[in-house]
């Protein structure tokens, strides 16, 4: 059992729950995640590992609610026992001194991307962001974001903070006078694939974090089955990040849409 210390909401749709879990927060490096199932008849939910405090054994988790499971996972209150937290999960990721990096976020990615951006930042690299969200209630880590970035560019959807528009115009028009040497996405399928259609033809080294489906985390089940560069390889033991020029992003908005009737169904319940 994992107990709750810490629960806040950033929006009215997302949680920040920090976790009692000493042996993962020892273990966890930047990239990694963590299975969360909070009774005994809930599913597997993958969430990134946000933060640790190696000193207090605890990990941070941000929820955002999309369907049944992680609507009960927000619901939790400080206090409140989680029945388990399978972790550190995957590689972690590969950082170094790129020299002109940039993180670029989507969503719930945002939170997921902070500590990869983070660690790009520690490694050494100039460091720009540039982050997306439908509108500005939806808005997370800003203020954490802008503390390690050199440079910081945010936009909505519907244009009611920062920039009207996709995070990509920003990323096209950034690289109008600057240049990047690598970038790191996380966020929407669609906004990771068209990041990568930016940065193709430039020859810019860019990484995705996928979330695709996941059931136990372990390379067994196949779940988060997803084909880079003509290969098959599993999320959960191969990734979460591969090269964003050799994922096909077809196949992974595909498998990840299977289940959304039955997801539906389950949330209204
Ligand atoms: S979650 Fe089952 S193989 Fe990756």
């Known amino acids: 059992m994992a107990k709750i210390v810490e629960k806040r909401m950033l929006t009215p749709?997302?949680?920040?729950?920090?976790v009692e879990a000493p042996h993962i927060a020892k273990r966890r490096k930047?990239?990694?995640f963590c299975i969360v199932r909070w009774n005994e008849h809930a599913e597997r939910v993958p969430l990134s590992i946000i933060d640790v405090d190696r000193g207090a054994g605890t990990i941070t988790l941000v929820v955002?609610?999309?369907?049944?499971?992680?609507?009960?996972?927000?619901?939790?209150?400080?206090?409140?026992?989680?029945l388990d937290v399978l972790g550190p999960l995957g590689q972690p990721?590969?950082?170094?001194?790129?020299?002109?990096?940039?993180?670029v976020g989507g969503g719930i990615g945002v939170a997921c991307g902070y500590p990869l951006g983070r660690g790009l930042k520690e490694a050494g690299n100039h460091l720009a962001t540039i982050v997306g969200f439908r509108t500005k209630e939806l808005v997370i880590f800003e203020d954490e974001l802008r503390a390690i970035s050199d440079d910081f560019m945010i936009a909505?959807?519907?244009?009611?903070y920062g920039t009207h528009g996709l995070v990509t115009a920003i990323l096209e028009e950034y690289l109008q006078s600057h240049t990047l040497d690598f970038v790191l996405s996380v966020g929407p399928i669609p906004m990771m694939s068209a990041v990568a259609e930016v940065?193709?033809?430039?020859?810019?080294?860019?990484?995705?974090?996928?979330?695709p489906i996941m059931v136990d985390g372990t390379g067994m089940c196949g779940g988060c089955r997803v084909e880079v560069g003509?290969?098959?390889?599993?999320?959960c033991v191969d990734g979460p990040e591969f090269d964003a020029h050799l994922v096909n992003f077809d196949l992974l908005r595909q498998r990840s849409s299977m289940y959304r009737p039955q997801e539906i169904a389950k949330a209204e319940e």
């Open 13 to 18: 749709q997302t949680a920040l729950l920090r």
């Open 30 to 32: 930047y990239g990694q």
């Open 64 to 82: 955002q609610v999309l369907g049944h499971s992680s609507r009960h996972l927000a619901e939790l209150e400080e206090g409140d026992e989680i």
């Open 93 to 103: 990721t590969h950082l170094e001194n790129f020299g002109q990096a940039a993180f």
């Open 156 to 160: 909505t959807d519907d244009g009611s």
């Open 199 to 211: 940065t193709r033809p430039l020859g810019i080294k860019t990484m995705v974090s996928l979330n």
């Open 230 to 235: 003509g290969e098959t390889k599993f999320a």
